[in-house]
């Protein structure tokens, strides 16, 4: 059975840091990527970060290039988001999800692109 979950939102002050982890279990996750999406209230979901299966090719939105960081630990299926510097628009809930494609060289922005997604954990930035 596939999980992925969430941890690590909370409270924090603007121009605080954070660390998300995203832990995938029940399949064969190494060799696909995995990507970081953002939903705010009254919003739709957005794109914030994805790595490839090699750990190789990163991409960011552009809203949060500089300040986020993301990476993975393969013994373990684990995607971390390090999240430095911020802002209250940074407020949302954060879902991990796994790109639908195994092995996909060009990383893909759009939700649609991915499966597995899990329960979201909640970032409130915020003094």
């Known amino acids: 059975q596939v999980q992925v979950v969430e941890s690590g939102g909370r409270l924090v002050r603007p121009g605080g840091s954070l660390s998300l982890s995203c832990a995938a279990s029940?399949?064969?996750?190494?060799?696909?990527?995995m990507g970081w999406f953002r939903q705010a209230p009254g919003k739709e979901r957005t794109f914030v970060a994805a790595?490839?299966?090699?750990?190789?090719?990163?991409i960011y939105a552009d809203s949060v290039k500089g300040r986020f960081t993301i990476s993975r630990i393969f013994y373990n299926n684990t995607v971390n988001l390090q999240m430095n510097s911020l802002k209250p628009e940074d407020t949302a809930v954060y879902y991990c999800?796994?790109?639908?494609?195994?092995?996909?060289?060009?990383?893909?922005?759009?939700?649609?692109?991915?499966?597995?997604w899990g329960q979201g954990t909640q970032v409130t930035v915020s003094s």
């Open positions: 029940g399949g064969p996750f190494s060799s696909y990527g």
């Open positions: 999800a796994v790109d639908r494609r195994p092995r996909r060289v060009s990383l893909v922005r759009t939700a649609d692109e991915y499966d597995f």
């Open positions: 790595i490839s299966w090699t750990g190789g090719n990163i």
